[in-house]
């Protein structure tokens, strides 16, 4: 279908009042963006009043988009498939002028700028049920969804463990909300302004015109910016804003001044305290004491296409999650598994167990690491999920599980990985919702970004937002070592090292995936150094891998040699 007849389509759905949430939004974008839409849609909204009223027009008979459904009349034939009553409009100037008073603020800029659609929903994603909710200014609430349309005096709230990407019509501006955000759109004099309550705005500022400026307001401070990249945070009495591009001026309320920063710099506004700027060196590093090792549980074989146990449980063709009675069995194998791991735990001395396959395996993405979605993907697993993972802590072990940057979303019958414009503000909302859950502490994570931020900023991002756990991503330089212990795995090796990363920043770490026997054995010397110097080991917990003994036999001689 051309994009002349799909908008054809629109326009004769709007007034028959059949459009759904998501074609009304394309409707509005494309009277937004295409000024010969917009003159095609004043015929069209003039035809309509040729046919309701004869040669009579009142201001009634034409209805804002916002109101179609409510407003229109069903129509027997299309309005563009009557050409005599076409050109009949056509040519009813009178009428015509009518139309022009009334056609939407999105397709006139004679109309109120109050009625102007200022952003639309471009994603949200949740952990389970709605993203957050939208209270339009006239007291109207809608569920956030994607394709909804925000104007001056909307109010955002996105829920706990969600996430929401808004996009400004006709401009390469975006907005991400972060989980537990609370924003208020207004219309500035002199251009956009946003009131952050709460919570995480990650910006990409499209170059504004002269005498035009975003701004976003929160209760410690305002930051004003022309074009750039940053993100804001507010709550508990402070503001933070980090700039990634280009340069933001951020004023503190009251009398606590203005200070401006540039990419790679920070500012941090509190009540009653002078703004103050930073730069990311300033910035805390990964603090981790404990290098005991780590256990691993992966619990999955992939993609089996197993009709019983499509997630691979266990690696078993005999598992069975279609019925009450082998969902009790799956549970009652998973206790075993869960005493087997805690005494493998206790006598490798572990610091912790990470989950790597928590969602199961049951498409070609693999490792899901979204442990929000798990209801959903593998809800055998999220009905006993809770249990397990206060049995772990409660035998004095930290838990965790691995994560992706990346949004898993739905294929057809599978799941495909999406970037995000904002890769750091996704991980911190799956990362809070397994803080808040279970406890958890270590992430690794799994992959690239997909996205425009490097890993280094998102960890520092993330640790920033989150002190307290340690992240384990792939490695893409030795930034990486400042904020967290990336991952080292023989099969896909990244540089640097954490040997040639402690050149360069003293006391930097990482972590070791599990290995073979013969590999051990093979870098025993290595190891041992490695171990010495605080990376750590990651051991198979959950049965009697021939590995263990090696490594523990690896901190031995690392203690050993640092008497």
């Known amino acids: ?134 209270r339009h200014r006239d007291a109207v609430e809608e569920v956030l969804v994607p394709g909804l349309a925000l104007r001056a005096g909307d109010h955002l709230e996105v829920a706990l463990g969600a996430s929401a990407d808004l996009q400004v019509p006709g401009e390469a501006t975006t907005f991400g909300l972060g989980s537990q955000s609370t924003l208020q759109i207004e219309a500035g004099a002199t251009g956009l302004r946003l009131r952050l309550a709460q919570g995480t705005l990650a910006a990409v500022v499209a170059h504004q015109s002269p005498g035009r400026q975003l701004t976003i307001a929160t209760a410690e401070a305002t930051v004003e910016v022309i074009g750039t990249r940053f993100v804001v945070s507010a709550g508990t009495g402070r503001t933070s804003v980090e700039v990634e591009q280009g340069r933001v001026r951020v004023a503190g309320a009251g009398a606590s001044g203005t200070v401006e920063v540039g990419a790679g710099e920070s500012a941090q506004a509190e009540a009653g305290r002078p703004v103050r700027a930073s730069s990311a060196d300033d910035a805390k590093p990964v603090a981790w004491p404990d290098r005991r090792p780590l256990g691993l549980i992966m619990l999955c074989a992939a993609e089996t296409g197993w009709v019983g146990n499509p ?133 690794p994570v799994l992959g690239d970004s997909g996205g425009a931020l490097p890993m280094a900023t998102i960890c520092r991002r993330v640790g920033a937002g989150s002190p307290g756990l340690l992240l384990l991503p ?6 990486a070592y400042r904020w967290s212990a990336p991952w080292q795995d023989a099969r896909k090796p990244t540089a640097p090292n954490p040997a040639d990363a402690r050149r360069a920043l003293p006391g930097a770490f990482g972590a070791f995936a599990e290995m073979e026997p013969g590999e051990l054995a093979r870098r025993r010397d290595e190891l041992v150094h490695a171990v010495g110097a605080g990376d750590i080991l990651a051991f198979r917990a959950w049965y009697a891998d021939p590995a263990q003994p090696l490594i523990r036999a690896i901190y031995a001689a690392a203690a050993a040699a640092r008497k």
């Open 1 to 134: 279908m051309s994009a002349r007849d799909r908008f054809l389509d629109l326009v004769d759905g709007y007034f028959a009042g059949t459009l759904d949430r998501a074609a009304h939004a394309e409707l509005e974008r494309t009277l937004v963006e295409r000024p010969a839409a917009r003159a095609l849609f004043w015929i069209a909204v003039n035809h309509d009043i040729l046919t309701r009223s004869g040669s009579a027009a009142p201001a009634a008979a034409a209805v804002v988009p916002r109101a179609a459904a409510a407003g229109a009349r069903p129509r027997a034939r299309s309005w563009w498939r009557r050409p005599r009553l076409l050109l009949a409009t056509c040519a009813a100037s009178l009428l015509l002028a009518v139309g022009a008073m009334l056609i939407p603020a999105r397709a006139s800029a004679v109309k109120p700028a109050g009625d102007a659609v200022i952003a639309t929903v471009a994603n949200a994603a949740a952990a389970s049920g709605a993203a957050g909710r939208v």
């Open 474 to 479: 792939s490695c893409d330089g030795a930034e």
């Open 311 to 443: 997630r691979g449980w266990f690696s078993d063709p005999l598992v069975d999650t279609t019925t009450p009675a082998g969902i009790a069995a799956f549970h009652q194998r998973l206790e075993v598994m869960i005493d087997v791991t805690i005494a493998h735990l206790t006598e490798m001395d572990a610091q912790g167990v990470v989950f790597w396959d928590l969602e199961g395996r049951a498409t070609a993405v693999s490792y899901v690491g979204d442990p929000r979605q798990l209801d959903r993907l593998a809800p055998e697993m999220e009905s006993i999920a809770d249990h397990i993972f206060s049995r772990l802590r409660s035998a004095g072990f930290r838990v965790g599980v691995a994560l992706r940057a990346q949004e898993a979303t739905a294929a057809g019958a599978g799941l495909v990985l999406r970037p995000v414009a904002d890769p750091a503000r996704l991980l911190q909302a799956k990362v809070d919702y397994a803080q808040r859950r279970w406890g958890a502490t270590i992430f």
